[in-house]
């Protein structure tokens, strides 16, 4: 997650009680990403610029940040 590149966790390679915690856990650090990337346009300046994803609750309150923002400007 820390590194440029994401690569999603393997979770076929993980015992089958902890499958679904792996997937939690690659659904949290795309989110994480996601809302990163979102940040880093919003802060570039670019006050028009999209979530890349509709699914992310993360996102909410970002957008909801960013829709003040414009507001004010």
């Given at each position: 997650m820390?590194?440029?590149?994401y690569?999603?966790l393997?979770v076929?390679i ?8 792996g997937e ?7 989110y994480i ?9 919003v802060?570039?300046?670019n ?22 923002l414009?507001?004010?400007k």
């Amino acid at each position: 997650m820390y590194s440029r590149r994401y690569q999603s966790l393997n979770v076929t390679i993980l015992e089958p009680q902890s499958q679904d915690l792996g997937e939690g856990l690659n659904n949290l650090s795309k989110y994480i990403n996601d809302c990163k990337k979102y940040i880093d346009e919003v802060t570039a300046g670019n006050l028009d610029a999209k979530p890349l994803s509709d699914d992310n609750p993360l996102l909410k309150s970002i957008e909801k940040l960013v829709m003040t923002l414009k507001e004010t400007k």
